[in-house]
């Protein structure tokens, strides 16, 4: 018996360390594309002990072929159960993924969708249509432009 967690000792530590250690994403889940009916966002989370563990996005369509890469979305404090409190939309042509609602954390225009935007002109085409929705305070300053949030 002594032999036995000897053994079991030396599979299992191995294996929990890889685990831990091993700074892959993992998946997370998925969520529809609001207004765009054959897209949704996949969401992954990095695998690792730390206090910000990072999130991505990728938009793939209805046969899971991707529109675009991975994109750096955020950081959480915590490992993600699920995609609930996302929210992701596409509105006048403006994609953006909010985390929790109103909070837009991502934002791009799907013309130009994995190049640089203009946050500040694309946040307020969309608050014609809602607004509530404000920028994540990360963005409040990106390639050198100042992007003041609304307050409310």
């Excluded at 991975?70 to 509105?91: E, P």
């Excluded at 694309?122 to 409040?140: C, E, F, G, R």
């Amino acid at each position: 018996m002594k032999n036995f967690f000897r053994y079991l000792f030396l599979v299992i530590f191995p294996l929990i360390l890889y685990s831990c250690f091993s700074n892959k994403y993992e998946y997370v889940g998925e969520k529809k594309v609001i207004n765009k009916d054959n897209w949704k966002i996949k969401i992954y989370q990095l695998n690792e002990f730390e206090t910000l563990t990072p999130v991505e996005y990728e938009i793939v369509n209805e046969r899971d072929s991707l529109v675009t890469g991975r994109h750096g979305l955020m950081a959480t404090d915590s490992n993600l159960q699920s995609v609930d409190k996302y929210y992701v939309k596409i509105q006048d042509s403006v994609f953006y993924v909010c985390y929790p609602y109103p909070k837009v954390i991502a934002i791009k225009h799907i013309s130009n969708i994995n190049d640089g935007y203009n946050l500040w002109g694309l946040i307020k085409k969309l608050q014609k249509y809602d607004d509530s929705l404000y920028l994540h305070p990360a963005h409040i300053v990106y390639k050198g432009v100042d992007v003041k949030r609304k307050d409310r």
